[in-house]
């Protein structure tokens, strides 16, 4: 029997994701994937793999089982986890066997986390991604009781690691300052309105999902320019579109590939971490950058993803810890679960 | 205004930090959409370019690599000819889609015809004898806007959205759109269609191409559910040399 990662519990939103299916766009399809590709590019870092197919869970996780040993990879939104009982570090890969019980709460900062196993993710591809694209049909949500094909680790029983000080993209989970650069409408508004979207506050609206965010502000919307006339034109992930009323929403992986409405600028790609991940908490500004400086921190942005590799660890274990991991594991069957509350 | 009105097409647009934006009409026009669908093939075979996207008026080119000589190559091909004076072409592939006007799969067919001003058999008589192309591909995945429908079905989408099935197919300023998926939407109704767009189980989840020309059939309610069983739901492509 081939191996499986079992679900035993699972949080309403997991979804089996990769980075996406580029290239599609004539068709209609966008990228989808991962809301968070740097999480798949810390997990590989951690697997010393590619990247690869991962269970996304925004905001909550689930209980999992698998049935040959394997290591899993925790990155992005860091969320409560324990196995057989004893906290696991996140931003980190562990060893799991057969018969242990991984439980993964709700996140402690952040928006969505990811659990990669060492085991990738065997699922069918569509158009060479096994990301689930909710909107379209592809793939479903995740429930209690699925089975997860696995295909085999090449090293099952690489010790524990993990990312140095959260790596370097451990500081996307607070929001903060964005960086936005112009886009093909961007001269559509004028200066005072991109003074007054940049002067406001923003945070995560309740009407975000795999499509777009919402971006809540108290400011009047001064910014908002009626599409009047406009035929629809190419959109992608990380466009800051005016709605309606006058509500930006940043389109996200499953966005379409054709809109209607203006979009006053895009996300650069080296903030797009720090916007996916910010919760409905954190307060997010935004701030536009001219071309030179949008090109010098996509060069920085790049060499930071090369260099994530070289923050991983080895996670060192106390020896004391070690008895308590053999009680737990006795008990782990009785557990409620509470996590998931 | 539009304060872009005044500048002349076609423009080059970054679009994000490894695409550009050709817009050769800020409006839908007929030429500036024939422009789009000509630039977007000819973009595809320049050097380091991943992608296009071709949209109703404008085009997106995704490259690999620094942004100036991708830049540079883009103004080149723009500067090649006049995108906005290209001549009609003729289709290479016809597509035969069976359509019911009856009841239930066409809510919106007495607004349309009378947002048209004209009798409901007219409307359908109109939409029957249309030969409209596929403007773009988007939205949703395989989902075409087609037309152009003659002048009186230049009316505009409703600004509330209404629901509608997977199948229908909804008009407004003279173009038809066919949804793949049950959604809501401003356009209305007029029809629906056993042709779905996007198939993912299929060799090709993706049939139709910008540029096909579109011929409506017009089937009964009761035979477009049995069309439904058929590939491509009774859909027949006409292939010209």
Known sequence: MSAALIIDAAGPGLSVQDLGRPLHGAQGLSRGGALDPLALQEAAALLHAKPAAAIEMPGIGGTFRVTAPTRIALTGAPMKATLDGTPLRWHAAHPIAPGQILKIGGVERGVVGYLTPGAAIATEAFLGSRAAHLNIGIGALLQPADTLPLSDDPAPHRPACHLRAGGPFGARFTGGTVRLIPGPQSALFDDAQRTALTAATFTRGPRSNRQAMQLLSDTEPTWHRAAGGLASEPIQAGDVQITGDGTPYLLLAECQTIGGYPRIGSVHPADMGRMVQAGPKPELHLTFIGWDEADALLATHTAALAKLAASVTPLVRDPADIPDLLSYQLISGVTAGDELG | ?241
Do not use: C
């Open chain 2, 1 to 241: 205004m539009d304060p872009q009105a005044h500048i002349p097409a076609p423009q080059l647009l970054p679009l994000g930090m490894d695409a550009y934006l050709v817009r050769f009409s800020a409006a839908f026009t007929e030429p500036a959409n024939r422009a789009a669908l000509a630039f977007a093939a000819e973009a595809a075979d320049l050097a380091g370019v991943t992608e296009v996207l071709p949209a109703l008026t404008s085009t997106m080119v995704r490259f690999e690599g620094a942004r100036a000589p991708a830049r540079d190559a883009l103004q080149t091909l723009i500067d090649s000819r006049d995108w906005l004076a290209l001549p009609p072409t003729s289709p290479t592939r016809i597509w035969t889609l069976p359509l019911s006007f009856d009841g239930a799969d066409a809510p919106g067919l007495a607004s349309a015809a009378q947002q048209a001003g004209v009798s409901e058999t007219e409307a359908v008589t109109q939409i029957l004898a249309a030969t409209p192309r596929v403007l773009a591909i988007g939205f949703a995945p395989g989902q075409p806007y087609m037309g152009l429908l003659p002048q009186i079905w230049d009316f505009p989408r409703q600004t509330g959205l209404t629901s509608v099935p997977a199948g229908a197919l909804v008009a407004a300023i003279r173009q038809l759109v066919l949804f793949a998926n049950a959604s809501p939407t401003g356009w209305v109704q007029v029809a629906r269609t056993s042709f779905r767009p996007f198939s993912p189980g299929s060799s090709d989840p993706t049939p139709l191409r910008a540029g096909d020309e579109i011929r409506f059939a017009r089937v009964s309610a009761s035979e477009l559910e049995s069309l439904a069983q058929q590939p491509l739901g009774g859909a027949k492509r006409e292939d010209l040399a």
